[in-house]
């Protein structure tokens, strides 16, 4: 956990330092360096094992999925779920 902890704050780091650009004139070059950071985070999570919940069509599961709201839909079953706030 600690090593997991330690590589998560080089991401956050990175990410400070972005922050602190003026983007400017440059916008397409910012993106693309905190698409860099995106992916360097994504890096280390996948290296430790974590993996997205894939939610979107699958059926709704109390122990992983958390409700925000119930709708009614004719194009899809009862208990699909059919959006996504924030990934898990």
């Known amino acids: 956990m600690v090593d ?3 590589e998560l704050l080089l991401v956050v780091d990175d990410f400070d ?3 602190t650009v003026d983007a400017g004139d440059s916008d397409s070059a910012y993106r693309k360096g905190v698409e860099l950071i995106h992916g360097k ?3 280390i999570l ?3 094992g ?5 939610a979107l069509g699958a059926d709704f599961d109390p ?3 958390q409700a925000v709201v119930h709708e009614a839909s004719p194009e899809h079953r009862e208990g ?3 959006g996504e ?4």
């Open 63 to 65: 122990n992983v999925h």
């Open 41 to 43: 985070l994504h890096d």
């Open 17 to 19: 330092r972005a922050l």
């Open 85 to 88: 706030l924030r990934k898990g």
């Open 50 to 54: 974590v993996r997205p919940i894939e």
């Open 4 to 6: 997991l902890l330690q």
């Open 80 to 82: 699909e779920v059919i």
């Open 46 to 48: 996948r290296k430790y």
